[in-house]
């Protein structure tokens, strides 16, 4: 499957940014999706993901309450909807794919080595 990261820009302390991934190339309804982020000079990190369904979603504490990542499997997309942003949330964006782990597994989507598919990425910045 390909994927292909959009909706990134440049955001004010407080504001709200919705990141777009398309998938194509696949069956999507039966890949596990994940949103990572990396900022300069430090490791990408987990963010968000959600299993097949989208029934069972994972956040890293660090944006719990503030993001929401959904999926459209009719359109073949995911949704990350950042709310409450803050400057620590600059980053590169990346969405992530994976086929492995079942519904009942879906706490390993927290790590990257479980995907097997990546985007390309989307810049997030967020001014103070």
């Known amino acids: 499957v390909q994927l292909q990261a959009s909706g990134g820009g440049w955001v004010q302390a407080g504001g709200s940014l919705r990141l777009s991934c398309a998938a194509s190339?696949?069956?999507?309804?039966?890949?596990?999706v994940g949103w990572f982020r990396q900022a300069p000079g430090k490791e990408r990190e987990f963010v968000a993901g959600?299993?097949?369904?989208?029934?069972?979603?994972y956040y890293a504490d660090s944006v719990t309450g503030r993001f929401t990542i959904s999926r459209d499997n009719a359109k073949n997309m995911v949704y990350l909807q950042m709310n409450s942003l803050k400057p620590e949330d600059t980053a590169v964006y990346y969405c992530?794919?994976?086929?492995?782990?079942?519904?009942?597994?879906?706490?390993?989507?927290?790590?990257?080595?479980?995907?097997?598919?990546w985007g390309q990425g989307t810049q997030v910045t967020v001014s103070s």
């Open positions: 190339g696949g069956t999507f309804r039966s890949y596990s």
């Open positions: 992530a794919a994976e086929k492995h782990v079942g519904e009942s597994y879906g706490y390993r989507l927290t790590n990257s080595v479980e995907y097997d598919y």
């Open positions: 959600a299993t097949r369904s989208g029934t069972k979603t």
